[in-house]
C-alpha cells in the first residue's frame, strides 16, 4: 500500500491498548506465569516476550513450547479460557496509564481528531480497560473499539486496522496508529499507515515507523509531522 500523499491531513488516531494506552501487559504476564506452575513448569523470559501482542492462541502455543508440554485442541482452549479469566481478576484491582498516553489522548480529543481503539484482547476483557478509562476521563474518548474477537484475522495481520479505518471512513495517509509491540506495528505497518511505536523490545528500522521511548511529551503537532514523508524514515527520539 502507498505511503502518505504530502497533502493529507491527521484526521485519526488508532490506538492499541496493552503495553500502549495501560500497563496491563503485567496482568497477562502474571497469568501465564501462574498457567505455567499449573502445567508443572516455569515459563521462560524469553517466551513471555514472544507472546507480547500476540493472540491467545500463539501466545498458548508458545507457553506450551516453552515447557515442552502437549496439549490438545480442547486443552488448548482450556489454558486460554483460565488465562483470560485469571487476567481479568488481576485487572479488577487497578489499571494504570503508561507514561504520557492519558495526555495524548486527551490532546487528541481535545483536538477534535478522530479516535478509535484496536487491540487484540477479547471484548469482555477490553471492556474492563475501557471501564477504568471512561470512569477516569469522564468520558468515552473513543470514536470506535474493535476487539480482538470481532475481526478475521488479529495483529500482525492488517485486518484490525483495515477494519477500523473502514468503519471511520478515513485512509490510510489520514490515519496514525499507535502501538507498543512488534505484532501490532507489523499490523498497522500493512495496513498502510505510519505508525508511532514505543515498544519495550527491539523492533527493526521500518520505513513508516517512528520509534521513542515513551508517550511523555508526544502531542498532536508531532503527530502530524510524522504524517509528512520525509518524516516517515524511522527515528529514534
Known amino acids: 500500500m502507498s505511503r502518505v500523499p504530502a497533502d493529507h491531513r491527521l484526521r485519526a488516531v488508532l490506538f492499541d491498548m496493552d503495553g500502549t494506552l495501560v500497563e496491563t501487559e503485567s496482568y497477562w504476564g502474571e497469568a501465564m506465569a501462574e498457567l ?3 502445567l508443572g513448569g516455569r515459563m521462560s523470559d524469553e517466551a513471555r516476550a514472544a507472546t507480547v501482542g500476540s493472540s ?22 482450556a489454558d486460554a479460557r483460565w488465562v483470560t479469566d485469571r487476567t481479568a481478576e488481576l485487572m479488577a484491582a487497578g489499571i494504570d496509564w503508561q ?16 479516535t478509535a481503539l484496536v487491540t487484540t484482547t477479547p471484548r469482555r476483557i477490553a ?32 485486518a484490525p486496522y483495515l477494519q477500523a479505518m473502514a468503519a471511520l471512513g478515513v485512509e490510510p495517509g489520514e490515519c496514525m496508529v499507535i502501538e507498543d509491540s512488534q505484532p501490532g506495528i507489523a499490523s498497522g505497518l ?10 519495550t523490545v527491539q523492533v527493526p528500522a521500518t520505513p513508516g ?8 511529551g508526544t502531542d498532536v503537532p508531532l503527530l502530524e509531522q510524522l504524517l509528512r514523508p520525509r518524516d516517515l524514515a524511522t527515528a529514534d527520539a
Open 36 to 38: 505455567a506452575v499449573r
Open 56 to 77: 491467545m492462541r500463539t501466545s498458548m502455543r508458545v507457553l506450551h513450547d516453552d515447557l515442552g508440554v502437549v496439549r490438545d485442541e480442547d486443552q488448548l482452549q
Open 99 to 114: 507514561p504520557g498516553a492519558r495526555d495524548l489522548l486527551v490532546a487528541v480529543r481535545a483536538a477534535g481528531l478522530t
Open 127 to 158: 471492556e474492563i480497560v475501557l471501564g477504568a478509562i471512561r470512569e477516569d476521563l469522564g468520558q468515552d474518548p473513543f470514536d470506535l473499539t474493535v476487539c480482538g474477537d470481532e475481526v478475521p484475522a488479529r495483529k500482525p495481520d492488517p
Open 190 to 199: 500493512a495496513a498502510g499507515v505510519a505508525v508511532l511505536g514505543v515498544p
Open 209 to 216: 515507523l517512528t520509534l521513542r521511548a515513551s508517550l511523555v
